[in-house]
């Protein structure tokens, strides 16, 4: 028997995308994620640039997660210049990625990935029957959309942020107006990952090995070592030593690997598996009370984990806030110098590492910047073939809706990699 399941318009992902499985003879011989989005090439855009360009350019990336290509952009920068930045300056960077976490991982949890465990197609149509929890699912999403305003100067591409700080620091009476907004959302979330954990997960457990940044003293976002579940514990200029990306036909893309060990993940379940001891009060106890007790390899756990990692998110953003004293100047000086530069930052998706070149003057020679969803495109393959052969019982429309979760369990921003996916399931 030949089968060919076509699906060509995945919704409820960032980019464009295609799945190919093959089944021959009661086998599944083949699982492919391809990416055929047409490249930007930012890194060329930034080749001849001055160094204070990069991050405004790269924010451009991802309208979602801007702040985590601007916060890498100049952490790579300062680090080709030698410049220190100072907690309070730290701790804004913090706050503004805060931000960015609670209304990227809402977002992703209730309109994107809820309907599949709810068995509607979208957002439009789970709200039909869910109009109260869509109506308080905006309302949070709006209080991690505020605190990007008021730090970075807009919610969208903020253009506050600078290497070496920001250009202006918010004031304190501006910042503690949405402490009430965040305490309610804090409140919201922390019954909404209770509400995630009672979903229905199909039993699947694919080991891999998780790599995240981590830091000995907090939850590790804004910096921090890249450490992994085999092992490895290098710092972020060592990357190149163990990491590797290849080109892989019929993806636009780069496959990250690990040098002589191959796929690996990066995101919530890596962070929270190499992290969780981390976790803010709140979050900790939210974690305890959803069941989850690392290693987490149910990769459809992850909207558990993003609630989690929310209510972590809103509970040290309003910390930050309580003891927030204005920086000034909210910035330190930097002095150009030829050299290379290393950066890297938590993305909501997983590591995001940049890595800059640049002359005596500040003009940039040569970038390289790896997104989460590049590096996790074996991961990713490795889940679609892992389920398959696990559910090739079912009937072709059932199969090609758990292939399509099976990617959005990562969230995969595939714009930023390189806005439907192609699911194809061919049966022989």
């Known amino acids: 028997m030949s089968r060919i399941i076509e699906v060509k318009d995945l919704a409820r992902v960032e980019g464009e995308g295609a799945v190919y499985v093959s089944i021959q003879g009661g086998e599944v011989t083949q699982a492919r994620f391809s990416i055929h989005e047409p490249p930007r090439f930012f890194e060329a855009i930034l080749v001849g640039r001055r160094y204070d360009e990069a991050p405004d350019i790269t924010a451009r990336i991802c309208g979602i997660c801007p702040v985590a290509y601007q916060t890498s952009a100049a952490a790579a920068m300062e680090d080709a210049f030698g410049a220190v930045i100072p907690a309070p300056i730290r701790d804004l960077r913090r706050l503004l990625y805060c931000g ?229 100047p909210p910035y330190v000086e930097v002095v150009p110098r030829a050299g290379v530069g290393h950066g890297a930052t938590e993305a909501p998706r997983g590591i995001l590492r940049h890595s800059y070149e640049l002359d005596a003057k500040g003009f940039i020679k040569h970038a390289v910047i790896v997104p989460p969803t590049a590096q996790n495109q074996k991961s990713i393959e490795a889940d679609l073939l892992a389920f398959a052969r696990g559910n090739i019982g079912l009937d072709d429309a059932a199969l090609t809706l758990g292939l399509e979760q099976a990617i959005r369990n990562y969230d995969p921003c595939i714009s930023c990699a390189t806005h439907a996916i192609n699911v194809t399931i061919e049966r022989r």
């Open 100 to 328: 960015e976490w609670i209304e990227s991982h809402v977002l992703h949890m209730f309109m994107l990935h809820a309907p599949d465990f709810l068995g509607y197609p979208g957002a439009i149509e789970m709200a039909r029957d869910h109009k109260e929890l869509v109506r308080k699912v905006l309302r949070a999403k709006k209080a991690g959309n505020s605190l990007m305003t008021a730090v970075g100067g807009r919610e969208i591409h903020p253009v506050n942020v600078r290497v070496g700080g920001f250009y202006k620091s918010p004031s304190r009476e501006k910042l503690r107006s949405l402490l009430g907004e965040l305490e309610w959302a804090l409140d919201f979330m922390v019954g909404a990952a209770k509400w995630t954990a009672a979903l229905s997960f199909p039993a699947a457990e694919y080991p891999r090995e998780h790599v995240a940044l981590h830091l000995p003293d907090e939850y590790a976002v804004v910096s921090g070592r890249i450490v992994s579940t085999g092992g490895i514990d290098i710092a972020v200029s060592q990357w190149d030593d163990l990491f590797e990306e290849t080109h892989e036909q019929g993806s636009n893309a780069l496959h990250g690997a690990i040098k002589g060990r191959g796929a690996y993940a990066t995101g919530p379940i890596p962070r929270f598996n190499i992290n969780h001891a981390l976790l803010s009060p709140l979050a900790s106890k939210a974690a305890q009370e959803c069941g989850l007790i690392p290693p987490v390899h149910n990769p459809f756990k992850s909207i558990i984990v993003r609630g989690v990692e929310t209510i972590h998110a809103l509970e040290t953003a309003i910390g930050l806030i309580q003891n927030y004293k204005e920086p000034d």
